[in-house]
């Protein structure tokens, strides 16, 4: 049941993506303004930038954009994908790691979807809890 640890990943990738995409867009907002002003904005003295250049600059902040949102919309569909084929998983060890690890349900919320008692869905999670402690004490 390593799908868990590759879902949160994949989510972190994704998060990671989009904080990248927000501070592109502030160097985006700095490249505008060297275009229109040319002058750099952290330097104190002013110092003339040439067009040619505060253009280029502003292309390379452009492609960068547009290649991290190629990059996290792939993410996105891979993430989409994974949790319609973990929401398809038979086996009640397979739907509590899901809607446990994955959903962030509590298990009494997971035992009334899933229609157990508490204690059984309890019993459930914490068998996969020591399968998977003995699967990382079996790599060491």
């Not at 869905?121 to 060491?140: D, G, L, P, T, Y």
């Given at each position: 049941?390593?799908?868990?640890?590759?879902?949160?990943?994949?989510?972190?990738?994704?998060?990671?993506?989009?904080?990248?995409?927000?501070?592109?867009?502030?160097?985006?907002?700095?490249?505008?303004?060297?275009?229109?002003?040319?002058?750099?904005?952290?330097?104190?003295?002013?110092?003339?930038?040439?067009?040619?250049?505060?253009?280029?600059?502003?292309?390379g902040v452009?492609?960068?954009?547009?290649?991290?949102?190629?990059?996290?919309?792939?993410?996105?569909?891979?993430?989409?994908?994974?949790?319609?084929?973990?929401?398809?998983?038979?086996?009640?060890?397979?739907?509590?790691?899901?809607?446990?690890?994955?959903?962030?349900?509590?298990?009494?919320?997971?035992?009334?979807?899933?229609?157990?008692?508490?204690d059984w869905?309890?019993?459930?999670?914490?068998?996969?809890?020591?399968?998977?402690?003995?699967?990382?004490?079996?790599?060491?």
């Open positions: 049941m390593n799908f868990a640890h590759l879902y949160y990943d994949l989510t972190k990738e994704i998060e990671i993506l989009e904080l990248r995409l927000m501070d592109l867009e502030n160097e985006l907002q700095a490249a505008r303004k060297l275009c229109f002003t040319g002058m750099l904005p952290s330097d104190p003295q002013p110092v003339h930038v040439p067009l040619d250049v505060a253009l280029g600059q502003y292309d452009i492609a960068k954009i547009r290649e991290t949102s190629e990059r996290l919309a792939e993410k996105k569909l891979v993430r989409q994908k994974m949790e319609l084929a973990m929401r398809d998983f038979k086996g009640i060890e397979y739907q509590v790691a899901y809607l446990r690890d994955i959903k962030g349900l509590p298990l009494y919320k997971i035992a009334e979807e899933l229609g157990y008692s508490y869905i309890r019993k459930v999670s914490s068998r996969i809890k020591a399968q998977r402690r003995h699967k990382k004490v079996a790599k060491s």
